[in-house]
């Protein structure tokens, strides 16, 4: 895999490139005169086009590609750089798919340098889904750490056996919990979910003999 410093200045140097070949005048981009297209023109290969207005390839039932870019460098074939504050550098749109990407090593990759690498939106359905074709496959690989909504620590207090914990309790929740401190003789019974309430009950087989840590965690 490419170092991500080795990337983000690639992306920076042709971001830096593409801007000022006009005040450059950089023969490589700009190789013949009134070479920045303007609306209306035609795109012109090895130079800057400019527009005010997007530039759209309509296929029309052919069953084809819209558009297809092949490159044989170490970069992407094709670049998206955007330098609003909350533009997108890519969008892709589709009623099944929107985006469709193989690599045969990665996929999809993905770097931020202070925010969220990744992340997935659903309304109604699944926002990430990982699933492997093949048992000897992962399905989901994580190296450090994890936080999860859904899970959390209660403390029952001293001589109480139970203690209710609302959380987001629904029809397929399955509730874990461990204790988080030893007490002898002292055990989790059990977790008993309560989808009607939202909440689980955490039972001790005998009352705790001091405040008593439980972690939890609810699974679907």
Request: proline share 4%; hydrophobic share 45%.
């Amino acid at each position: 895999m490419r170092d991500d410093q080795t990337t983000r200045r690639r992306m920076l140097t042709l971001g830096a490139a593409a801007m000022g070949a006009a005040a450059l005048g950089a023969a490589e981009i700009v190789t013949a005169p009134g070479a920045a297209a303007a609306d209306g023109d035609p795109v012109l290969l090895a130079a800057t086009n400019q527009a005010n207005n997007p530039t759209i390839i309509e296929m029309v039932d052919s069953g084809e590609s819209g558009l297809v870019v092949r490159s044989r460098s170490d970069d992407g074939s094709v670049v998206g750089i955007n330098d609003s504050n909350d533009g997108y550098g890519m969008r892709a749109t589709g009623l099944y798919l929107g985006l469709d990407a193989v690599g045969g090593e990665i996929g999809v990759y993905s770097v931020s340098d202070y925010g969220t690498g990744v992340k997935a939106l659903t309304y109604d359905g699944v926002a990430v889904h990982a699933s492997t074709a093949v048992d000897a496959g992962l399905a989901l690989d994580i190296n450090g750490a994890v936080h999860l909504s859904r899970s959390g620590r209660a403390v029952i207090p001293k001589g109480r056996r139970s203690m209710n914990v609302p959380a987001g309790i629904r029809d397929t929740t399955s509730v874990v919990a461990t204790l988080q401190a030893h007490q002898s003789g002292v055990s989790i019974e059990a977790a008993v979910p309560h989808p009607g309430q939202g909440t689980f009950t955490i039972w001790l087989n005998k009352p705790a003999t001091a405040t008593l840590p439980v972690a939890w965690l609810l699974i679907d």
